[in-house]
């Protein structure tokens, strides 16, 4: 028997739809038209890009509402399991001459007590300087900008990446389709994507903007929000310059 909240959860979606569909008398073209744009997106290998630019920062909100430690954000439709470990001095893996400003990530990962968590796990990812992921678009070669880490002994955590920039997600499919009939844009502001584990501790998805960078205030997946911003400094060192920035983190038990 399915279980009662998902019970409840579709009925109510069926009920909301049939109200939806005789509200605004959408015809039967209609309805084949949006059902046709749903199975488009699956075929485009899409997935759940559509319902990610649409819904998934207000599921995250729900989420959000009551929760212990740091403020949850999207996943995104361009995660990947099982990436590989990194070893220190931590790097993102890279290509040769890998474009893009060097970007320094530093932070820790505490406890809602202020412990610091050692050995908690950073999975980390990232578009590159054109705004390309890897395993997603075929001129990056596999994992690179995608790795795991894990903080020391005091729950610091450093890793050298590149500073990735705004981008348009794909607009050439179903879901660009849907965009552009709206009259709205493409474009993500740049960000940095991480999961957080540590034994005890909930898993936290996060996603961080930086402040001062384009549309943050239009962001077409609507994430960005106050707590998920950090700044990017520059430096000046022999080696060259680079940036940095910091976030610290904080989880919540189980």
């Known amino acids: 028997m399915i279980e009662t909240r998902a019970r409840v959860l579709l009925e109510d979606l069926e009920r909301l739809l049939q109200d939806f569909i005789h509200k605004h008398c959408v015809t039967h073209d209609e309805y084949r038209a949006a059902t046709d744009i749903l199975i488009a997106t699956i075929r485009a290998g899409e997935e759940s890009l559509l319902f990610d630019v649409f819904l998934e920062a207000a599921a995250t909100d729900v989420d959000n509402i009551g929760k212990a430690g740091s403020l949850a954000a999207i996943e995104g439709p361009f995660y990947l399991p099982d990436t590989p470990v990194l070893q220190p001095p931590y790097v993102l893996p890279q290509r040769p001459g890998e474009e893009g400003d ?25 578009a590159d300087a054109k705004g390309h992921y890897s395993n997603i678009h075929p001129d990056v070669p596999p994992f690179n900008l995608r790795g795991r880490f894990h903080t020391g002994d005091d729950g610091a955590f450093e890793i050298r990446t590149i500073l990735p920039p705004p981008y348009e997600i794909p607009k050439d499919g179903p879901t660009g389709i849907v965009l552009d009939a709206l009259g709205r844009h493409f474009f993500r502001p740049a960000h940095l994507h ?61």
């Open 102 to 126: 060097v970007l320094i990530f530093h932070g820790t990962v505490t406890g809602a007590d202020g412990k610091p968590l050692a050995g908690a796990e950073l999975d980390m990812w990232q």
């Open 194 to 254: 991480l999961k957080l584990r540590h034994p005890g501790y909930q898993e936290l998805t996060s996603q961080l903007y930086f402040s001062g960078g384009e549309w943050l205030d239009s962001d077409v997946a609507n994430a960005v929000r106050g707590e998920l911003m950090i700044t990017a400094t520059p430096h000046d060192d022999p080696a060259g310059r680079y940036l940095s920035a910091r976030y610290d983190f904080t989880l919540a038990h189980l």
